[in-house]
C-alpha cells in the first residue's frame, strides 16, 4: 500500500511561542489499564501528564504513538507534547520526569523536534515482539512478562503461518470488534518466529511482527490464532482460509497482553 493511502493528516504545526519535545518511554504494562487516559484506571499517559504539569506548571497534553492495551509493556513507546516552556534544556525533561514517575514507567530520553515531526501520524513503522515459555520453564520472574504454553508449536509450521501475513491484507479476522478503524487493511513487513535463550532459564519463543500500523487486539489475536493451529498441526492452508474470510469468528483464542512488548518506532528521519 503506497503510503499516500494511510490517511493520516500531515499538518502539524506549533502553536506561537511552543516547541515540541520528544519522548522515548519504557514501561512495565502489568499494573496499567494501557496508555491512553482514563477517567478512573491507571494509564500511562495519565503519569507523565501529571508528572509534566508538577514540572511546567500547566497542564500538557502528551501524544503517543499509539496506544496499548491493558497489560502491554512497552520497550520503546514514543510520545511527544508542546509547551510553551522555553527555559528547560529539552534533554532535562527526562531526568525531571523520571523523579517524579513510578518505578514503573521510565523516560529514556527527551529531545526537541521541529513542527514536522509527530509521535503517532508520522510513524512508519512499528515493531512488536511477544513472548512465551513453556510451563516446565516458567518461573517466578517471568510472572506477568510472558504467555505459558503447554509445549512450543512446532517452530516452521508457526512460521509458515507468520510468513502469509507479510504484504499488504485486510486484517479485519483478527481486529477486535470495538475497532473504529475506517479501513481495516495494513502493511506487514515483518512476521517471524525464533527461539532464544530466557535469562530466567529456558527458552522463549519469540513472534516478531512489523507493519504501518495495528487494529486493536491484531497482534494478540494473530498469536493466539497460530499457536492454537499450531498445537493441532493445521496445515498452513487453514490459517490462510481464516486470514482471507475477513471473519472475526474464524480467530482463535487471543492471547493474554503479558507477553506482548511494543518494541520499536522508527520515522522517516532522525528527529
Not at 138 to 152: A, E, G
Not at 171 to 176: D, E, H, L, N, P
Not at 237 to 253: I, M, T
Request: glycine residues 8%; contains cysteine; hydrophobic residues 35%.
Amino acid at each position: 500500500m503506497a503510503r499516500s493511502d494511510w490517511r493520516r493528516p500531515t499538518e502539524f504545526s506549533l502553536s506561537p511561542g511552543y516547541r515540541r519535545i520528544k519522548l522515548l518511554v519504557t514501561y512495565d504494562g502489568a499494573q496499567f489499564a494501557g496508555w491512553q487516559r482514563q477517567k478512573v484506571d491507571r494509564t500511562v499517559q495519565q503519569e507523565i501528564e501529571t508528572a509534566l504539569a508538577k514540572i511546567i506548571g500547566v497542564r500538557i497534553h502528551v501524544q503517543g504513538s499509539g496506544r496499548t492495551d491493558s497489560g502491554v509493556h512497552a520497550l520503546g513507546q514514543v510520545a511527544h507534547f508542546d509547551t510553551p516552556n522555553q527555559s528547560i534544556p529539552a534533554d532535562i525533561f527526562a531526568l525531571a520526569l523520571n523523579k517524579l514517575l513510578p518505578q514503573d514507567v521510565r523516560i529514556l530520553s527527551s529531545s526537541e523536534v521541529s513542527d514536522t515531526f509527530h509521535a503517532r501520524f508520522t510513524a512508519i513503522r512499528r515493531e512488536y515482539r511477544y513472548y512465551c515459555k513453556e510451563y516446565h520453564d516458567y518461573s517466578p520472574f517471568d510472572r506477568n512478562r510472558v504467555y505459558r504454553l503447554r509445549k512450543f508449536p512446532p517452530l516452521d509450521l508457526l512460521n509458515g503461518y507468520a510468513q502469509t501475513l507479510v504484504g499488504t491484507h485486510d486484517f479485519r479476522t483478527f481486529g477486535a470488534v470495538a475497532d473504529q478503524s475506517h479501513s481495516k487493511v495494513r502493511d506487514l513487513y515483518t512476521s517471524d518466529f525464533h527461539l532464544e535463550q530466557s535469562r530466567w532459564g529456558g527458552q522463549l519463543l519469540v513472534y516478531t511482527v512489523s507493519g504501518n500500523a495495528f487494529l486493536m487486539h491484531q497482534v494478540r489475536s494473530m498469536v493466539g490464532t497460530m499457536i492454537e493451529l499450531g498445537e493441532r498441526g493445521d496445515p498452513v492452508e487453514e490459517f490462510v482460509r481464516r486470514l482471507a474470510s475477513k471473519d472475526r469468528r474464524q480467530a482463535g483464542k487471543t492471547a493474554p497482553p503479558d507477553g506482548l512488548y511494543l518494541y520499536r518506532i522508527d520515522y522517516d528521519e532522525p528527529t
